[in-house]
């Protein structure tokens, strides 16, 4: 994908916020700090774009940055942070449940998970939803710069296995630090957004 023109567009946190051109928006799930913000700057080759932090917790809100005037790749917080209150993690769910549930203009999900790591109960909830849902998903494993290339058919293999992930799911290996898959995962989002 040749990146024209990216910009931030909004931070909502309810329905009324969310753009309103129609324009066919995919986002991008998963825990706190494993590369969601870092993935979209990827995306769209800019360094800052989306705010990144090695703090987990960073993202708060849904943002929405518009890519060519084409679409929009959606940020959102992470999940499984473990320093929030109850309260805080009640109210994650409710507002992002309600865009996952809700939003017409939502084509895809992107679902990362960390290369290094067997996925977590939350993951594999966020899996299990997505298809419960019939979302179209991608899974993203993230952060494949920090181990071996000759090590990534067996973390993928464990990823895929304790996701229960279906046939039709793919499953890349990413990194923002390489640029890794970059391509893939376009041409990917691409493709669900009809573009
Ligand atoms: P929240 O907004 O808190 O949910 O986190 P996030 O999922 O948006 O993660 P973010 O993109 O902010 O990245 C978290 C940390 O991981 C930052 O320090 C990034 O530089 C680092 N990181 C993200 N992707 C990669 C990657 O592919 N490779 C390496 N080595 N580090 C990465
Ligand atoms: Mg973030």
Sequence with gaps: MKIIKAE????AVKAEQYPQDGRPEIAFAGRSNVGKSSLINT??????????????GKT????FY???????????????????SR??????GRFIEAYLNQRRELVAVVL??????PPTR????????????????????????KISRGQWAKHLKIIRNELGLKPE?????????????????????????GI
């Excluded at 995306?43 to 989306?50: F, I």
């Excluded at 390489?178 to 493709?191: H, M, P, S």
């Design 60 to 63: 708060q809100t849904i943002n």
């Design 112 to 117: 990362l998970v960390d290369i290094r790591h």
């Design 8 to 11: 931030y567009t909004v931070s």
């Design 87 to 92: 309260a805080e993690r009640e109210r994650w």
């Design 122 to 145: 939350d993951d594999v909830m966020m899996y299990d939803w997505l298809c419960y849902f019939n979302k179209p998903t991608l899974v993203v494993a993230t952060k494949a710069d």
């Design 169 to 193: 799911h793919q499953l890349l290996p990413f990194s923002a630090e390489t640029r890794q898959g970059r391509e893939e995962v376009w041409d990917w989002l691409a493709r669900a957004a």
């Design 43 to 56: 995306l769209v080759q800019r360094k800052n774009l989306a705010r990144t932090s090695s703090q987990p």
């Design 66 to 84: 518009s890519v060519n005037d084409l679409l929009y790749l959606v940020d959102l917080p992470g999940y499984g942070f473990a320093r929030v």
